[in-house]
């Protein structure tokens, strides 16, 4: 078990509202990843911060945003949620930025209604 | 930009048959990882294979990388209920990111 800890587990939310989800680091690592899996796919990045600066960002929109503190905890933010939002949500702890092995917490569960 | 093909996509095994599968990914990379997720469950982590020849085996897991053919496989011995799960293999690039295949959904029947 990864010390990879997300906040909540399972959320509900309705269309047009906004969320923020939330992910502690493990000890010792100061890059975290934010991946979107819908159901049946793999994961899919959304955008990496390292250092409390984003580093990198995959296809998705500006409404998708996120910030990493200074203890390497990092939330990500959804604004003008839309049905599709719909998915399992990744947070990955790694060290050094680029692509290192990752270990993920156990995930947010977000549905929109 | 890079794509990650797995297959088979749906895999239904027989307890103590032996099987393979495959991860074939389109650019150059010497980073490849596998996961195991059981169903609404995080992801894993199984094997990081960091140059070209790797070999690593865990149980009866053993996963491999050819980097020159871009291809890493992940291959079952004598399978177990206990190994049901979907397998993900992830490429890293040059980048920041994992580029993940889409999964085989693996059933062991007895």
């Known amino acids: 078990e990864t010390g990879v800890t997300q906040s909540p587990t399972h959320l509900i939310k309705t269309r047009g509202q906004q969320v923020t989800l939330r992910c502690s680091s493990q000890?010792?690592?100061?890059?975290v990843s934010w991946y979107q899996q819908a159901l049946g796919q793999g994961p899919q990045f959304i955008f990496q911060y390292y250092r409390e600066e984003e580093n990198g960002r995959g296809n998705f929109p500006p409404r998708f945003s996120g910030l990493q503190f200074p203890n390497y905890s990092s939330e990500l933010n959804v604004n003008a949620l839309e049905l599709d939002d719909s998915a399992l949500y990744l947070c990955?702890?790694?060290f050094g930025g680029g692509v290192t092995e990752a270990f993920f917490g156990q995930g947010t569960r977000l549905t929109v209604v | 930009e890079l794509k990650v093909e797995q297959n088979p996509l749906f895999l239904s095994m027989q307890e103590g048959k032996n099987y393979t599968i495959y991860c074939n990914y389109s650019?150059?990379?010497?980073?490849l990882y596998w996961y195991r997720q059981d169903p609404g469950k995080s992801l894993e982590s199984l094997f990081v294979l960091l140059s070209n020849g790797a070999v690593k085996q865990e149980g009866r897991l053993m996963a491999s990388l050819d980097t020159k053919a871009r291809l890493s496989t992940l291959h079952i011995t004598a399978a177990v209920h206990d190994l049901s799960a979907t397998y993900f293999c992830a490429v890293g690039g040059s980048n920041y990111k994992l580029t993940f295949g889409k999964g085989t959904l693996l059933t062991v029947n007895p």
């Open positions: 000890s010792g690592h100061n890059t």
């Open positions: 650019t150059t990379s010497d980073r």
């Open positions: 990955a702890s790694s």
